[in-house]
């Protein structure tokens, strides 16, 4: 695939659009809650959108078009049926107990339901999950680079890397909520 200078700029304005969300919303950012938490001041509609975006991505996309093509339908009954299921519990059951406690995050509700040692036993895991959840991410972006335009792989890595760096460090938790919007749409 040979890519002309009119893909090229398309790459370039949709980049450049991510990083100016992030710097446009940056000067909302005043105060550390503002930047972790967006200080609660997310539309719903917004919050809904950025979290099926972050359940369609190059993971999910990339991951479930392998395992229809090596098991067949049996992958549309474990991600749709299944995942769709477990959804409706959270919704319905679980999180009447997790609005009532007024905790704004899962972490804040396991340290009033346990403990801080479940609290931080929690962090790290979760940490642990999002970097190795980053890597693979990061790969398959940077193989797909690779594969489909020519791109190095290192660049691709690492030029992934820093624009997310780059939008997340100006804007915070509401740059890369907004972002999720712009890549869902």
Known sequence: MNLEIIDYSIIA???????TIGYVLKKKIKTGNDFLMSNK???LWITS?????ANLGAQEVLGMAANGAKYGLYTVHFYWL???LAMIFLGVFMMPFYYGSK???????LALRYDEKTRGFNAI???????????VSLYALAMLMNVVLGWNFDVSVWMAAGIVLVYTYLGG???AVYNEVLQFF
């Not at 959108?49 to 975006?53: D, G, K, V």
């Not at 905790?103 to 509700?109: D, G, K, L, M, N």
């Not at 895991?125 to 890597?135: L, N």
Request: net charge neutral; aromatic share 18%.
């Open 13 to 19: 304005v949709y980049f450049l659009f991510v990083v």
């Open 41 to 43: 001041n997310i539309p």
């Open 49 to 53: 959108l950025a979290f099926i975006s």
């Open 82 to 84: 299944g995942a769709a």
């Open 103 to 109: 905790a704004r995050s899962v972490p804040e509700y």
């Open 125 to 135: 895991t979760f940490a642990a999950m999002t970097i190795f959840s980053s890597g």
């Open 173 to 175: 938790l509401t740059s």
